[in-house]
């Protein structure tokens, strides 16, 4: 089935820096890949997904890159303020043998230093 | 808040006792998902369900169970098989397999 590696597992980087966030996946045949932002005690959001028919996606300070070929896509925030300190995970919607689930990554913890 | 509802926030278990997490969402999803998040793990499927009246055990079922009687509702119960149950459970909706997931705010189960 479907697996997630999530690289790295924390970052620390001071206010107006930028920060890239990576994972790869192993079934070529996934389709869609959500970064989730989960604050402290609260339940994850979704903040930006892509699809496997486009290669960036960008929301504001926020975007998403996919490289299908190498089967690995990031997340880059700029610009960080505190208010983007949080874990964030990865995850790959897995077609073969996880039944169109999402496969999520082990998270990031992202420091934003003022 | 988000139209899926977890209860409640706390839950204390004693040893050997099963205990029942609430889901409820009101968004008319069809799939609905379990997933228990310890620390540096990451979220590990317990269950899930596509549909009303069927479920599916996912990568950490051993210890719990589940029913889908409504299409709203798809509670957790932890069972006293599941020798570590102290941890944050969350339920998760969507519409199809084409978008991603909407989580309920989470229930923190500690055993004393």
């Known amino acids: 089935g479907e697996n997630v590696e999530q690289h790295p597992s924390t970052l620390s980087v001071q206010e107006g820096d930028s920060a890239v966030i990576k994972c790869t996946y192993s079934?070529?045949?996934?389709?869609?890949f959500p970064w989730y932002k989960q604050e402290l005690g609260k339940r994850p959001q979704l903040i930006i997904d892509?699809?496997?028919?486009?290669g960036e996606k960008k929301d504001q300070r926020i975007a998403v890159t996919l490289n299908k070929t190498a089967k690995h896509f990031s997340l880059h925030i700029t610009e960080t303020q505190p208010e983007d300190s949080a874990v964030y995970f990865c995850?790959?919607?897995?077609?073969?043998?996880?039944?169109?689930?999402?496969?999520f990554g082990k998270g990031t913890k992202l420091s934003v230093k003022p | 808040d988000g139209g899926i509802t977890q209860s409640p926030k706390y839950l204390f278990r004693k040893e050997g006792q099963n205990v029942t997490l609430s889901c409820e969402q009101n968004l008319n999803h069809d799939a609905m998902y379990w997933y228990r998040q310890d620390p540096g793990q990451g979220l590990r499927l317990i269950y899930y369900?596509?549909?009303?009246?069927?479920?599916q055990k996912g990568d950490i079922a051993e210890g719990y169970s589940v029913s889908r009687e409504k299409k709203e509702s798809f509670p957790l119960t932890v069972t006293s098989a599941q020798k570590n149950p102290t941890a944050f459970y969350l339920c998760a909706s969507n519409r199809d397999r084409n978008y991603g997931y909407t989580f309920g705010s989470g229930t923190r189960l500690t055993v004393v």
């Open positions: 079934d070529s045949a996934s389709n869609y």
């Open positions: 369900s596509q549909i009303v009246n069927d479920f």
């Open positions: 995850a790959a919607r897995g077609m073969e043998g996880s039944q169109g689930n999402l496969i």
């Open positions: 892509i699809r496997s028919n486009v």
